[in-house]
């Protein structure tokens, strides 16, 4: 199985800090890249897409490490409702197929006021 | 829009049983997906379709079926549960294709018994 690899936490820290979250992937024809973000006992919803030059989105920053297969979520002066399970996911693709995603297993965020 | 829909959303079975898991979404999107969350686990795919008429495995099909005979509705049929069905399950759906957001059902959680 192609596999995507996330520290699983959890990561507690008080507002406003800063925190940074890495995932590896081993595919290295992986061409697309994206952070999810889960609540608990709820679904996985799309925090941001993962670009090669790197990209923000306000207080969320997500790089893109080709060379290195890795990538990563830069969250700034955290907010209480950023407590969260963050997923890693990478599309493989095999054959001629349109391939499929690959979830990491999570990081959890907790902030702690 | 509702989005993407599942039902039931809790569901307790016997092993053995049978049983179809719904899921509908209302915002014409070709791609749609079954997943399954375990435990320290990443969410693994179960079948997938790229559009009415046409479906795939993905990585762990083996005792489900799906058919697509319309563009919004993609249910998952078991076919004699096992406990190790027992799992929370997520109908997704994008525009296009696998590469674009994945919207989520709220999951339907099963126990087999």
């Known amino acids: 199985r192609k596999e995507v690899e996330q520290d699983p936490g959890p990561f507690n820290v008080p507002e406003g800090a800063t925190v940074a979250f890495n995932c590896t992937y081993s595919n290295s024809a992986s061409q697309s890249f994206f952070w999810y973000r889960q609540d608990c006992r709820k679904e996985p919803k799309l925090l941001m897409s993962v670009y090669s030059s790197g990209n923000e989105d306000g207080r969320f920053t997500a790089q893109l490490n080709r060379a290195s297969q890795y990538i990563s979520l830069l969250i700034r002066d955290s907010k209480l409702s950023d407590s969260a399970t963050y997923l890693c996911?990478?599309?493989?693709?095999?054959?001629?197929?349109?391939?499929?995603?690959?979830f990491g297993k999570g990081t959890k965020l907790s902030v702690k006021p | 829009n509702a989005g993407v829909t599942q039902t039931p959303k809790f569901q307790v079975l016997k092993t053995g049983q049978s049983m179809t898991l719904q899921c509908a979404q209302d915002m014409n999107h070709e791609y749609m997906s079954w997943y399954r969350q375990d435990p320290g686990m990443g969410l693994r795919l179960i079948h997938y379709?790229?559009?009415?008429?046409?479906?795939d495995q993905g990585e762990v099909p083996n005792g489900y079926n799906v058919s697509r005979s319309t563009t919004e509705d993609f249910p998952l049929r078991l076919l004699s549960a096992a406990p190790s069905q027992t799992s929370v399950y997520f109908c997704?759906?994008?525009?296009?294709?696998?590469?674009?957001?994945?919207?989520f059902g709220p999951g339907t959680r099963l126990t087999v018994l």
């Open positions: 379709s790229v559009g009415a008429g046409i479906t």
């Open positions: 997704a759906s994008s525009y296009g294709t696998v590469y674009n957001e994945q919207f």
């Open positions: 996911v990478v599309n493989y693709r095999y054959g001629g197929s349109q391939g499929n995603l690959i």
